[in-house]
């Protein structure tokens, strides 16, 4: 992807379609639309995945806490998420197998009321998932379950409960989904703002006025349709094409925590069933540390939302109940805060009770295709329905989907053993690079044979390689520090110490392609420095206010 000929593309062609928000499902819309052979642009405002998107806990699950919710009140809404998202699984896992895998689950229980009620509601789910069940779930004694994880809480333990769901690359994937559009011929945009819209006499939109962040150029994107895929900030544009329209959205601040690969023996992930408030927790094996999460708490609207003490604090305090091992706030080693986007039916719902389906609404006095709600493992029938809606709004006829069987960058010619072929790279590399660019891995091979300096580690022990970097500028549209070091190589989020070690690497190399004077290096590793220091600072001693998770 070549950003230049991509703002050529946007500043002189005419579209069928241009999406605004280019996490998952702006995404998700800007192929499936390309697919169908519509003309598509797709904007973003700062890079894509930069949200909610690349802030997930990381599962591709159909939801084994809203199977519960479904059965307490017997809501069949939440039945037919759970249905659908069981459904689209095996499309994430199947179109992108270097950045997914199956996970397995395990539920302690505390007694065996507790053993038997969780086994059968997993039975459950495994009945809605049929005939694309990723393994059957079971029930495990105490002994079982310890031999899954050596490290569980002995004390009160009477059984568990093993279930399995997928684990995917948040950031990795929305990318992927980017680079497979921009390949089949969308003009794709990051770091590009949407301002103002242009109507034609009748008020419909005709034109969108877009900023690029990066140089201050604007320029007018001009389609027959404009698609809202803003995710949390997706109210902001429905009320820039009409100030009439009524609020939809409402969004919750779930974080997420780093800790040492040592809290967690083996690959088995850990769901803690309940928590005092009434949420569930994970614990996760992720990229050989462990990452914990979420709560969910009310939020205001926020461009860069962090974690705080008191919210380590209470994560910290699930990780002690259930793992008999001594954790402490200086074991963090990174973190992070997304907010979740939460289609409001009922104004006095709280955030825990809304369903995490999704809606498309059309506005008859603009014209704009809102698509809200919904969550990353639904992402793609999300798209389906979007681009179904588009088709009719363009008085086109229907054109079939074509993404559930659409591979992903990276994934043609996969094999799980495929690394082997990176030689004469170290293994950690090699594994490394083939999880998060599949096949591609062999174009930074290449790179590495023109530059055989490109193979040195960003840090010691870790197996990013200076020629990720390279490649994330001159191929995967990377354009600042947080594009490269948050969603390109996802350090950021796995390890801010080494974050920051890496930190003048990462920057001469990315100066050296794209042409940073000595100023502008400077301001950027400044700038990046200081917001790293300063979410270090706001976990370890920052608002110590109530956590109410």
């Not at 594994?431 to 590495?448: C, M, N, P």
């Not at 995967?476 to 969603?487: F, H, K, N, S, Y």
Request: charged share 25%.
């Amino acid at each position: 992807m070549h950003r230049p000929t991509h703002l050529h593309r946007a500043r002189t062609e005419s579209f069928d379609v241009c999406v605004i928000g280019g996490g998952a499902t702006g995404a998700g819309v800007a192929l499936d639309a390309t697919l169908r052979g519509l003309r598509v642009c797709l904007i973003e405002r700062e890079d894509f995945s930069a949200q909610t998107s690349s802030k997930s806990t990381k599962l591709i699950h159909g939801g084994v806490r809203y199977l519960e919710q479904a059965f307490k009140k017997l809501d069949w809404e939440q039945f037919r998420l759970v249905r659908k998202a069981l459904r689209e699984r095996r499309y994430l896992l199947r179109n992108a197998p270097h950045l997914t895998r199956p996970l397995a689950l395990l539920t302690p229980c505390a007694s065996w009321f507790e053993r038997f009620y969780y086994g059968t509601g997993l039975k459950l789910y495994d009945a809605l998932a049929g005939n694309d069940n990723l393994a059957p779930s079971r029930q495990l004694s105490s002994a079982e379950a310890l031999e899954c994880i050596p490290t569980l809480r002995r004390e009160h333990l009477r059984g568990a409960v093993l279930y399995y769901d997928g684990q995917l690359d948040d950031a990795r994937f929305g990318l992927a989904l980017v680079k497979t559009a921009a390949r089949r011929g969308t003009t794709v945009l990051n770091h590009a703002c949407a301002l103002d819209f242009g109507t034609s006499s009748n008020g419909q939109l005709q034109t969108l006025t877009v900023q690029d962040e990066l140089t201050g150029e604007r320029l007018v994107v001009t389609a027959r349709l404009f698609v809202n895929a803003a995710g949390p900030f997706a109210d902001a544009v429905r009320l820039r094409a009409n100030p009439r329209l009524a609020e939809r959205m409402r969004v919750s601040k779930g974080v997420h925590l780093i800790l040492p690969r040592t809290v967690l023996d083996g690959d088995t992930a850990v769901l803690v069933p309940k928590t005092d408030d009434g949420r569930v927790i994970f614990l996760i094996p992720w990229q050989e540390h462990v990452l914990v999460g979420t709560t969910d708490t009310e939020a205001h609207l926020h461009d860069d939302p962090t974690l705080n003490q008191a919210e380590v604090a209470y994560l910290l305090d699930y990780v002690r109940r259930y793992l008999d091992v001594t954790v402490s706030p200086a074991q963090v080693q990174a973190g992070f805060a997304g907010l979740r986007p939460l289609l409001q039916a009922d104004p006095l719902a709280s955030a825990k009770s809304l369903v995490r389906d999704h809606e498309v609404e059309v506005d008859a006095v603009s014209g704009l295709v809102s698509i809200m709600g919904g969550k990353w493992t639904t992402y793609r029938l999300m798209a389906q329905d979007t681009v179904d809606e588009c088709l009719r709004q363009l008085g086109e006829a229907p054109r079939p989907c074509q993404t559930a069987g659409q591979l992903l960058a990276g994934a043609e010619g996969f094999t799980p053993e495929g690394w082997r072929q990176l030689s004469p790279l170290p293994e950690d590399v090699a594994r490394h690079l083939w999880k998060k660019y599949g096949t591609e891995s062999q174009a930074i091979v290449a790179l590495i044979h023109q530059r055989p300096d490109l193979a040195e580690r960003l840090d010691e022990g870790l197996p990013f390689l200076a020629a990720e970097v390279i490649f994330a500028v001159e191929t995967e549209m990377a354009c600042t520090l947080p594009d490269v070091l948050g969603r390109r190589l996802g350090l950021e989020l796995l390890d801010w110490a080494a974050t920051l070690r890496a930190l003048p690497a990462v920057t001469g190399l990315m100066a050296g392609v794209l042409g940073w004077t000595e100023g502008e290096i400077q301001r950027a590793a400044q700038a990046y420095r200081h917001r790293i220091e300063n979410e270090r600072e706001l976990a370890a001693s920052g608002q110590n206010q109530k956590c109410t998770a």
